[in-house]
């Protein structure tokens, strides 16, 4: 695999940024400026699941950007009895995603594997994450110059794992499907979606989930260097 593969594509969220650690930090941050009495660890375990299950709901077109951004709020919110009106809710879901890049924490060994690979490959991005954070996360975590493309789910129309956000990004990376490999979180959106056009793909099982599929799977960045 490592003479036939040119282009490694990376997820970014839950891949090289770190995004459950960024988003705690960013609602400590929130609350406390907007006076919201809440244990931010009880807010956070009931919170993390639902918004994942709001991003698949986004990636399958079934709620839009912004009911995404309110009700993963609202839900997280009644599932713990704390009682925030819509205005405050609305105001917290710009304020997230304002504060959010300003934290810039990411995974053990990202700057080290970026570099192993910078030397051997051209790196990109596939992200599903909204164009003006991404943009603002990679820069803010000096990452950004690693890619020589970055493709996001707004600028396609579509999101993974869709093929035609792989197929965009490998026009813009004039890559073939079977000399590139797609390193990221999600079995669903990442992996299958990448596999299903013919690229090559490693799992990042970043919560130790154990639940590869039968697909490569790592649970520490630099375990890439196993495979590339």
Request: hydrophobic share 40%.
């Amino acid at each position: 695999m490592k003479d036939r593969i040119k282009h490694v594509f990376f997820d970014l969220d839950h891949t090289l940024w770190d995004f459950d650690k960024n988003s705690g930090l960013t609602f400590k941050k929130i609350f406390s400026l907007n006076n919201i009495e809440v244990e931010l660890q009880s807010f956070l375990d009931v919170y993390e699941p639902i918004n994942l299950k709001y991003w698949k709901l986004y990636r399958e077109e079934q709620i839009s950007k912004s009911a995404l951004r309110y009700g993963r709020l609202k839900d997280a919110f009644n599932a713990i009895h704390v009682d925030v009106d819509d205005t405050m809710i609305n105001h917290l879901s710009v304020a997230y995603i304002d504060y959010l890049t300003t934290f810039n924490h990411l995974f053990d060994g990202t700057i080290e594997i970026l570099n192993y690979l910078s030397d051997k490959y051209q790196l990109h991005i596939i992200t599903n994450g909204f164009e003006e954070a991404q943009e603002r996360k990679m820069n803010n975590a000096n990452i950004k110059g690693y890619f020589e493309t970055i493709t996001n789910s707004e600028m396609v129309g579509v999101k993974k794992p869709n093929p035609k956000i792989f197929n965009f990004a490998l026009n813009a990376a004039n890559a073939s499907a079977a000399e590139s490999i797609m390193i990221g979180d999600s079995l669903e959106a990442d992996i299958q979606g990448a596999d299903n056009i013919g690229m090559e793909t490693i799992y990042f099982d970043c919560r130790g989930l154990n639940n590869s599929n039968g697909f490569k799977r790592i649970t520490d960045l630099k375990s890439i260097e196993n495979y590339l």
